[in-house]
């Protein structure tokens, strides 16, 4: 990684809040900020605000208080550079549809009017399949595929979409520990070029592989990978809401 | 054999047969988009206010003398409905149900009152709720084709943005479609189709027969493609059928495709369920 991209922020989170309609806050007084090239993992426990975070991000939600900007422009202008995965459990397992269908559906945007994919548009999606080594899979139903194949597939969608970022919610829900291992190294290939950020409950596991940690329980710490320890984490997850050491950033 | 020299002998029973064939295509395709994005209950309140639009159509032309047909209420009320369900269900989503709930019957109502205080047939209100394929015109015929032109045109030319919507309403949004335009688009598409098949099976009936070929259908293809020219295939058939049995014992057209629809419907879960269970031992 050039020096350049280590500097360079592509998420920058200043004083941010977040309450749904008249409820409790989620999100009270967030500041973040993720440079290029990293490899960042959102963990805290359920209904800890990780999801809100994620969709603060990409502007499916707008602050209470506060600001985001992404590529320091504003999330919604800046969602075309971020290729977004959700949760695979949100879909409806029967819809008919191919896996090439769905990587497809990356190629959408805005200056898109009418009619059907036009043959660039097949070609990237082929090419974003065998990105996720599932070139021979593409005329499969997506639901009749492997929960791990599946994720690979909305992988591949994010993908064609030529992001400069990718935001991951939840990838190895579901998955066996194998195919989640097989999952984040090819993740952490792909880290090479684009930045990660990766919302998770399963602390334990992506550890391994991440550099940045931010943790999000009402609060928002980061901590560079190396200093998390049991107390940090129980701090995390023992619903007392502390502030935890986010001042460091250490070197890899 | 009575139905096929019925059918060379009769003009109305050719006009039955090709809006059945009409209405068979809308049905399949929309259909289609209406089964995977689960909003048949909506097509089914669309379905309730057409008669609101049949009513007032009639009454402005009965007691009134304006130049406008019942038909065209019909599409008014329909298109009127689809807009009021889709922009307060946009805007304030935990409430979707009742307001489904509530246009389905003030539709219904208002229907019912303005066909109260039209002189006129009262039989009417019966082949508004259960349909007449039978009293189709070679006028009525044109519309129809229009209409059906027109949904196709739109269903099919946006075909890649209305399944990314149908498929993952989040990530469209975030590929920057609109995503409220297209699901306006889509229940208004909904709403032309349903008057469309309002003529072949009435009000009433409209909702199975705008899901039974598309439910079926799933069964057998792997894309909302296939499934929407295997469900088109069905609705032609239930329709055709549907005139044919009921022709010789003075059947109830409209009441017979449904009825047929969902046998097959009926058969076709039964026999998945019983060839996965040879499978399974």
Not at chain 1, 35 to 53: M, Q
Not at chain 2, 53 to 76: D, S
Not at chain 2, 250 to 274: E, Q, S
Request: glycine share 10%; hydrophobic share 50%; charged share 15%.
């Amino acid at each position: 990684m050039n020096p350049e991209q280590q500097t360079t922020p592509v998420i920058e989170v200043e004083n941010l809040s977040f309450r749904f309609d008249g409820g409790p806050p989620v999100l009270e007084d967030v500041n973040l900020e993720i440079i290029a090239g990293d490899f960042a993992s959102v963990i805290g426990p359920n209904g800890g605000g990780k999801t809100t975070l994620v969709k603060l991000i990409v502007g499916l939600l707008t602050p209470t208080a506060g600001k985001v900007r992404v590529f320091g422009q504003s999330p919604v202008k800046a969602r075309p550079r971020i290729g977004y995965m959700p949760q695979h459990a949100m879909m409806d397992p029967r819809f008919p549809v191919r896996a090439i269908d769905v990587v497809l559906m990356g190629r959408l945007g805005s200056g898109r009017r009418f009619g059907s994919y036009s043959r660039a548009d097949r070609e990237a999606a082929a090419d974003a399949l065998a990105k996720v080594s599932l070139e021979t899979v593409g005329a499969r139903p997506f639901s009749d595929l492997s929960g791990g194949q599946r994720q690979r597939v909305l992988l591949a969608r994010a993908l064609v979409t030529d992001p400069e970022m990718l935001l991951l919610d939840e990838p190895a829900a579901g998955l066996d520990q194998k195919v989640e291992q097989d999952f984040f190294e090819l993740l952490q290939e792909l880290n090479r070029q684009l930045t990660i950020i990766l919302v998770t409950h399963d602390l334990g596991f992506v550890a391994g592989f991440v550099r940045t940690v931010i943790c999000v329980h009402g609060h928002v710490d980061i901590h560079p990978t190396s200093t998390l320890d049991g107390r940090a984490i129980s701090e995390i997850y023992g619903g007392e809401v502390r502030m935890v050491r986010h001042d460091h950033r250490m070197d890899h | 054999m009575e139905f096929f020299n019925a059918v060379l002998e009769f003009e109305f029973l050719q006009h039955a047969l090709v809006a059945g064939a009409l209405a068979g295509i809308a049905c399949g395709v929309v259909g289609s988009y209406v089964v995977v994005r689960r909003i048949t209950y909506i097509a089914g309140a669309i379905a309730h206010c057409v008669l609101a639009g049949l009513g007032i159509g009639r009454w402005l032309q009965v007691v009134h003398g304006w130049p406008v047909t019942p038909a065209q209420g019909a599409v008014v009320a329909a298109v009127a409905a689809a807009l009021v369900i889709g922009i307060v269900s946009l805007r304030v989503r935990e409430r979707e149900d009742t307001i489904i709930g509530a246009v389905w019957a003030i539709g219904m109502a208002i229907g019912i009152l303005f066909i109260a205080v039209t002189p006129g047939y009262h039989e009417d209100l019966m082949s508004y709720l259960f349909g007449n394929i039978l009293l189709i015109g070679s006028g009525d015929l044109w519309i129809m084709a229009a209409l059906d032109a027109l949904v196709l045109v739109l269903a099919l030319g946006l075909y890649p943005q209305l399944e990314a919507v149908c498929f993952d309403e989040e990530f469209a949004r975030l590929r920057g479609l609109n995503v409220e335009a297209y699901v306006l688009v889509l229940l208004v598409l909904t709403a032309l189709t349903v008057v469309l098949l309002v003529s072949v099976v009435g009000i009433v009936l409209v909702i199975a027969l705008l899901t039974l070929p598309a439910a079926i259908a799933g069964h057998f293809t792997t894309t909302l493609r296939g499934m929407m020219a295997l469900a088109s295939l069905l609705a032609i058939a239930f329709t055709t059928g549907g005139l044919a049995v009921s022709y010789a014992p003075d059947l109830p057209a409209g009441a017979t495709t449904i009825v047929i629809a969902g046998a097959a419907y009926l058969l076709v879960l039964v026999l998945r369920r019983i060839i996965a269970g040879m499978r399974s031992r």
